[in-house]
């Protein structure tokens, strides 16, 4: 063992990755469930979304990317690939899957530090929020900067290095390092389709050009297919902000959409409020064949209950309401009959407070439908088709998504071209 070896002791690594979905439920509870502005939410699964952009369904789509790409970077790349994992076992004295575990969490924590929507300011937070716990799990300390820091420079690959270096890494190591960084950004990369209007796969592609094994012509299609299953895992989710076309570097647009709307706010609560946000997503992704190949060995995991519409208790608000209601007004009755009033009087004065008292049980009987989310559409199969609005004839399929208005924002700009509403 050589000394940069040294600071790689784990206490539980095994139960991360035993626990993978559950721990992975605890960090979007603490982080994306949680407001912008701080405030401890108390009530998680209230209905209401606190952020609509960058939140858990996004956070929870990019570290499953994080495992589909690499064993799809393992089936084109094989060498690129098994060096880099090689480094790391023999290093972090870690299996394939732990190792790509903790890549996945840090694909789950890249947005968790963020304090608005826009560009984002905070990867450093994020970073460090993905560092402090995976520390709080039993990690190395000095694995769990690391890892913190492949989110935090997701996007620069120099700074990462840096960070390397300071840790004690090798040169001769860091491209191995760096292939966990690559994740990460590919990942990510991949899911801003969700709210721009082009795709520049010329932002994927960059990222294979120093590895001696890739070759353009050989290696991109299945890249390319890569972004095409992603459009429609999105759309699907009905998170897709706005129309969005796949663009090759020459321009050339693979995947053009002609109908619009295909984002839904509380389609996006179905998921983000289920009990466990990434198994849920990860089960709506092992519907579409392209995903469920690649998640084979993620599928056998319990299911994650959703949360129904409650059983109507006796004592429920509503039954409550109706009760106190003919309560009143059978009392108005006996009152109007007692002061001699006529029988008309009595009986307004029944049908008016009964209807006051209806009113009221349907407002308490909507208000606690519309704070229990429900369960998640099914998504479809690779050849079925979805529909996902109520306008007669407005079809979803693979190859054809529907889409709300256009938007000449370029993907995975550089930061200065990425001043929008919306970042990654």
């Not at 050589?2 to 095994?14: A, E, R, T, V």
């Not at 007669?392 to 930061?415: E, G």
Request: hydrophobic share 40%.
């Amino acid at each position: 063992m050589n000394g940069m070896q040294k600071g790689f002791q784990h206490k539980n690594i095994s139960n991360l990755t035993k626990y993978f979905y559950q721990n992975a439920n605890q960090l979007i509870e603490e982080t994306y469930l949680q407001p912008y502005n701080g405030r401890i939410k108390a009530h998680l699964r209230d209905g209401q979304l606190e952020r609509e952009h960058h939140g858990a369904l996004h956070a929870s789509r990019v570290s499953l990317y994080v495992k589909v790409l690499h064993r799809l970077i393992c089936a084109q790349l094989p060498d690129y690939a098994k060096h880099a994992l090689n480094t790391l076992t023999e290093e972090w004295h870690l299996t394939e899957k732990e190792i790509i575990n903790l890549a996945s969490f840090a694909g789950l924590a890249h947005d968790s530090g963020r304090k608005a929507d826009g560009i984002d300011y905070w990867d450093k937070e994020s970073g460090e929020n993905c560092t402090a716990f995976l520390i709080k799990k039993g990690i190395s300390p000095k694995i769990a900067k690391i890892v913190g820091a492949a989110a935090a420079y997701k996007d620069h690959p120099n700074d990462y290095a840096n960070v390397l270096k300071k840790q004690g890494i090798s040169a001769k190591s860091i491209p191995a390092y760096q292939y966990l960084r690559k994740l990460i950004y590919l990942a990510d990369c991949y899911d801003i389709m969700r709210v721009r209007s082009e795709f520049q796969l010329e932002y994927v592609f960059r990222a294979f050009r120093d590895i001696n094994e890739y070759q353009a012509k050989k290696h991109n299609p299945a890249f390319i297919e890569f972004a095409q299953q992603v459009h429609a895992l999105i759309s699907a989710h009905q998170d897709m902000r706005q129309r969005c076309d796949i663009v090759m570097p020459g321009g050339e647009k693979i995947v053009t959409k002609e109908i619009s709307t295909s984002y839904s706010l509380s389609e996006k609560i179905r998921f983000e409020h289920a009990d466990n946000v990434l198994l849920s997503a990860m089960q709506s992704m092992k519907t579409m064949p392209y995903f469920a190949l690649y998640l084979s060995n993620e599928l056998n995991v319990k299911p994650s209950k959703m949360h129904e519409k409650p059983e109507q208790s006796w004592f429920s608000l509503t039954n409550i309401a109706v009760i106190t209601g003919c309560i009143v007004a059978v009392s108005a009755l006996y009152f109007s009959a007692s002061l001699g009033l006529s029988l008309g009087f009595g009986l307004a004065a029944y049908l008016g407070i009964s209807l006051t008292a209806k009113l009221f049980a349907w407002y308490a009987q909507s208000s606690t439908r519309a704070q229990q989310p429900v369960k998640p559409a099914v998504l479809p199969n690779h050849d079925d088709k979805l529909r996902l609005t109520k306008a007669p004839q407005v079809i979803y399929s693979l190859n054809r998504c529907k889409h709300m208005h256009d938007n000449t924002q370029p993907i995975c700009a550089p930061l200065k071209s990425r001043m929008s509403r919306y970042s990654r």
